[in-house]
């Protein structure tokens, strides 16, 4: 019902921040949007909806944001891409706070239909040790090795899903997101994925005049990536489904990382000496989406094209650079090697002795 209240988390983020935009659309007039950050760092910010700012770690908070609410997207997570969650692993392991406590409020709230943003990062090492690794199935999480920290957060929530809806009767669906990029994605910092950062790196490249790019990795693994839209699609399609278990969400166009570059130097126009680090962040060798599942319930699948998003998200970065530019600010990371970002979204602990 568009007269429903609709929560959403980690609406100040990147899938949170379209979700909402898309639910607006839609019709739906009253969206609690709720993020931990301060406003002014919401990737995109809605003056019709009602923003909070909460760290949904706390049981009260989440209580506070499931308040009347009749659907949940549940997005919030403290994530990023391969050189945050190899670096940050209890930080991401710390999320399971968010999603126990949502779960919890949501039954307590009386929710009708509960929405978790799950990852690929669950499917077990094992399947994705070749480049030419066949596309994930939903049964290949099991037996269960999980990417470290971030994977086995999101494998724990999807289970408590589960079990919250078979012993509890909450209506949860989960998603299982594949890289997903597009306009508003986080592309510096450290937390950003593959393709914001070589089509940030391919900017750089060009308005330093150092025709070079720095790749984590040989370049030869292998990954698919899903445009932001088809994901607010597909969430859309899933939520209403009666697909009960986790189900993949991803693009199954595979490439490898040195395609993306070839992909992203053609539509900047230009072509850059390759410098490779082997010392970087790369997780696992190859990882493709199976869209079998999906397709057979929603007789659907994501199919924008990579050229065709890569090109859009190409011109929001370029527009972003150079808006830092105009303003002044340092140009980062100028034909840099690897950085990372390990500030976190957790409060910092209190000094020693300081404690209560
Ligand atoms: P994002 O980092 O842009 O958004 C997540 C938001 O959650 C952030 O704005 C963050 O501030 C917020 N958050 C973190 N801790 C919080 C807390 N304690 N209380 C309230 N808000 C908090 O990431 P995204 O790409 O938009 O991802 C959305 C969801 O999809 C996440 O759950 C993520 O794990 C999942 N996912 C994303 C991808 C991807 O490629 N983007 C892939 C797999 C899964
Ligand atoms: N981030 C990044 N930056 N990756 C690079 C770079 C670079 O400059 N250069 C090459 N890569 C390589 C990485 O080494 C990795 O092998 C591959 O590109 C993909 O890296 P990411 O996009 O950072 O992450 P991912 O695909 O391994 O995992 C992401 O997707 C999951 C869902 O499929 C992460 O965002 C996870 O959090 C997410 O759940």
């Given amino acids: 019902m568009k007269s429903d209240l609709v929560l959403v988390t980690g609406a100040g983020g990147f899938i949170g921040g379209h979700l909402v935009a898309d639910l607006r659309r839609q019709g739906y007039r009253f969206i609690r949007a709720v993020d931990i950050k301060p406003f002014e760092d919401w990737c995109q ?47 991401c392991m710390l999320s399971v706070l968010i999603n126990t406590h949502m779960l919890q409020a949501a039954l307590e709230c009386g929710v009708e239909r509960y929405f978790y943003s799950s990852s690929a990062c669950v499917y077990n ?42 012993d509890f009767g909450l209506q949860t669906r989960v998603a299982r997101f594949h890289n997903v990029y597009g306009p508003f ?36 693994r292998t990954r698919s990536f899903m445009y932001v839209d088809d994901c607010i699609t597909g969430i859309g399609k899933i939520m209403p489904s009666a697909i009960l278990e986790p189900v993949n969400l991803g693009s199954n ?51 924008i094209p990579l050229r065709e998003g890569l090109a859009k998200t190409y011109a929001w970065i370029y527009d972003e650079f150079a808006k830092r530019q105009r303003l002044g600010a340092p140009l980062i990371a100028l034909g840099s090697r690897s950085r990372c970002d390990t500030q976190s979204l957790w409060p910092a602990a209190p000094a020693s002795g300081s404690g209560p």
């Avoid at 940030?200 to 720095?214: D, Q, T």
């Fill in 185 to 220: 994605g986080t592309w510096d910092g450290g937390r950003e994925k593959a393709p914001a950062a070589i089509c940030r790196k391919v900017i750089e490249a060009k308005a330093s005049g150092r025709l070079e790019i720095e790749i984590w990795g040989t370049g030869e």
């Fill in 253 to 303: 166009e595979l490439v490898t990382i040195n395609q993306l570059v070839s992909i992203v130097e053609e539509i900047a126009g230009v072509r850059l000496k390759r410098i490779y680090n082997p010392a970087a962040p790369q997780g696992v060798t190859g990882r493709n989406s199976d869209n079998t599942l999906l397709r057979r319930h929603l007789n659907w699948e994501p199919g």
């Fill in 45 to 91: 910010i809605f003056s019709g909806a009602e923003n909070l700012s909460l760290d949904l770690n706390l049981r009260e908070n989440c209580l506070r944001a499931a308040r009347g609410a009749r659907q949940v997207y549940n997005l919030a997570a403290n994530m990023g891409g391969m050189g945050f969650i190899e670096n940050n692993k209890a930080l």
């Fill in 125 to 166: 090492a094992e399947k994705q040790k070749r480049p030419d690794c066949p596309g994930l199935k939903e049964e290949d999480a099991y037996p269960a090795m999980a990417e470290d920290g971030y994977g086995w957060e999101k494998l724990f929530s999807e289970r408590m899903c589960r079990h919250f809806r078979e």
